[in-house]
Nanobody, 121 residues
Framework: QLQASGGGLVQDGGSLRLSCAASGRTSNTQAVGWFRRPPGKEREFVAVIKWSGSSTYYADSAKGRFAISRDNAKNTVYLQMNNLKPEDTAVYYC????????????????WGQGTQVTVSS
């Protein structure tokens, strides 16, 4: 199971750190990442990290502002979001993939509940 947390209301230019805690059997996990669904829009990919190793992959909208990291001891993946903009407002979801694929082919099959991020202008 995946449990996302850390969302909230922040002003334009502010920062938030989202957490995704994995519980249960994690030995088959290959990658964990984040997606988001802005109001009235389709869900979109944000970032992903290999469960073992340090490889990461970001959407263009996240490059330079967001950083994904992992703490295996805590079975937790983080998404540090800096310089947030109103267009980052969305429900953020963490998800896991159990298939061995390149990160740019991240197609998760396990999803956590969302956490709301609202950026005010």
């Amino acid at each position: 199971q995946l449990q996302a947390s850390g969302g909230g209301l922040v002003q334009d230019g502010g920062s938030l750190r989202l957490s995704c805690a994995a519980s249960g059997r994690t030995s088959n996990t290959q990658a964990v990442g984040w997606f988001r669904r802005p109001p009235g829009k389709e869900r979109e990919f944000v970032a992903v990290i290999k469960w073992s190793g340090s490889s990461t992959y970001y959407a263009d909208s996240a490059k330079g502002r967001f950083a994904i990291s992992r703490d295996n001891a805590k079975n937790t993946v983080y998404l540090q979001m800096n310089n947030l903009k109103p267009e980052d407002t969305a429900v953020y979801y963490c998800a896991a993939d159990y298939k061995v694929l390149p990160l740019d082919a991240f197609t998760p099959t396990s999803w956590g509940q969302g956490t709301q991020v609202t950026v005010s202008s």
